[in-house]
């Protein structure tokens, strides 16, 4: 059970849009659409942005959205503004004799 | 509304037993088609699955922790509860309680607490 790939970091500046990528293998995010994705502020709990690949929660902003192809799955982040800076992580089940779920390394968003 | 409410010692020794705690308020363990789980962040790394319970009682480990790791729940309490034991400097986290879609989804989660190892 490997983690899942993101890059440590990505920024952009208010208004733009960003995509964070989370790249796994065909025994996770390649097999399943059991993807999601969290936003971690510092001292506050992690809150779920996206779920199985595309869903957006109830209260969610529409700015965010998911998407995958192939092993790798992704977040866009539209029109950002300053609230969305925080760390990102992304998660899959993954195939094995039993429930398994893997986390990527994570992305520190920065609104520049 | 949901929510969850982690509770344990905040520092500990080495080859201790870590027991933590995830008060849910606002919904019922044992009525829900959900699993409860377990997710730590070691300081400056990433979240890391330790395990789920399903409402009926089965446990789902991380393969990497299995041997260390156990999760029940007292439903007259509403609590589910981790105990993680012989732990060491790596276990030093913060650790998180969620409502686990089983498949998919870790939500809500609580806030988390830090626990942390050291002699």
């Known amino acids: 059970q490997s983690a899942l790939t993101q890059p440590a970091s990505v920024s952009g500046s208010p208004g733009q849009s960003i995509t964070i990528s989370c790249t796994g293998t065909s025994s996770d995010v390649g097999a399943y659409s059991y993807v999601s994705w969290y936003q971690l502020h510092p001292g506050k709990a992690p809150k779920l942005m996206i779920y199985d690949v595309a869903n957006r929660p109830s209260g969610v902003s529409n700015r965010f959205s998911g998407s995958k192809s192939g092993n790798t799955a992704s977040l866009t982040i539209s029109g950002l503004q300053a609230k969305d800076e925080a760390d990102y992580y992304c998660s899959s089940y993954t195939s094995g004799i039993t429930l398994d779920v893997v986390f990527g390394g994570g992305t520190k968003l920065t609104v520049l | 509304q949901l929510q969850l409410q982690e509770s344990g010692p905040g520092l500990m020794k080495p080859s201790e037993t870590l027991s933590l705690t995830c008060t849910v308020s606002?919904?019922?363990?044992?009525?829900?088609?959900?699993?409860w789980g377990w997710i730590r962040q070691p300081p400056g790394k990433g979240l890391e699955w330790i395990g789920s319970?399903?409402?009926?009682?089965?446990?789902y480990y991380n393969p990497s922790l299995k041997s260390r790791v156990t999760i029940s729940v007292d439903t007259s309490k509403n609590q589910f509860s981790l105990d993680v034991n012989s732990v060491t400097a790596a276990d030093t986290a913060v650790y998180y309680c969620?409502?686990?879609?089983?498949?998919?989804?870790?939500?809500?989660w609580g806030q988390g607490t830090l626990v942390t190892v050291s002699s």
């Open positions: 969620a409502r686990h879609g089983g498949l998919g989804e870790f939500d809500p």
């Open positions: 606002g919904g019922s363990i044992s009525s829900s088609s959900y699993y």
């Open positions: 319970m399903y409402s009926s009682g089965n446990t």
